[in-house]
């Protein structure tokens, strides 16, 4: 069958979803895509079993990396209290990574609290003597402020007030190439997988869960569904894609392999696929 790819103009262009994007991220990186997500109609197939897996949280209970629903995620209040767990996402999620960073942790700056950023969090913990619930509240805040919670008892560090650039996450120097191609390495490993909506192992995944798999092996957190990990990231050019990259879809998502492929967990094949890009993809999004 013939493929419809769309091709962009080389340069920085934006695709016409980034306001609503942003938009979606500044609300704490877990809302939809804006009209174009909920305005366009996908039966069957991958796409409305993404969208679905958004609506049912019942069917998310057993991933490793879920992220909180819409109705659920912390407000700039609760942010500003600096209370922080596992789930959250946004600008103060982003300092917090930026600080165990400063303290000899080595995670991407992604603003989104998955399961390195609480490894980094009880390892701080443990070394002040503290409760090890990988929650950040006023105690694991003076320890991180203090040194005395320090992964690296040579180095001093304090809450960056740096926020990330306007329209995607904070890029940091563990985020490269080299991250890139770990993605694209994990992602072939799950060549073949089953297709299994709401799952994201070896045993079954699809397409966000996909993502979920690949980024966590090259040690980076994202967000569980499509429209979260297509928020939480910054939106691109179809010409700036570097392996590891994604390719956006109404309620779809794939891992951009390079020289015009993806591997995604395709619902029409029921399992993990390479080949090339299909149909007019709606974004592209790095986390680079």
Known sequence: ?????????????????????????????????????????FTGGAHANDLALMEDSSSQSTAAEQAPAADTAPSSAETSAETLRRGDSGASVEQLQSALNDRGADLPVTGFFGSMTE??????????GIAVDGVVGPDTRAALEGGSGSVDSGSEATISTTSAPAGGAAVSTASTSTSGNAIVDAARTALGTPYAWGESSLSGMDCSGLVAYAYGQAGID????????????Q?????????GDLVVW???????????????????????????????????????
């Open 235 to 243: 939106s691109i050019s179809q010409s700036e894609l570097q392996p």
């Open 250 to 288: 109404p309620g779809h998502i794939a891992i951009y392999s390079g020289d015009g492929k993806i591997i995604d967990a395709s619902g029409s094949k029921q399992q993990v696929v390479e080949r090339e890009i299909w149909g007019n993809p709606t974004d592209f999004v790095t986390y680079r």
């Open 119 to 128: 490894d980094a969090v009880q390892d701080v913990q443990s070394s002040a």
């Open 1 to 41: 069958m013939a493929l419809n790819n769309s091709h962009r103009a080389l340069g920085r262009a934006r695709t016409p979803l980034l306001p609503a994007r942003r938009a979606a991220a500044g609300a704490g990186g877990a809302a939809v895509l804006g009209s174009v997500l909920l305005g366009t109609a």
């Open 222 to 233: 994202v967000p569980r569904t499509s429209s979260q990990q297509a928020a939480a990231g």
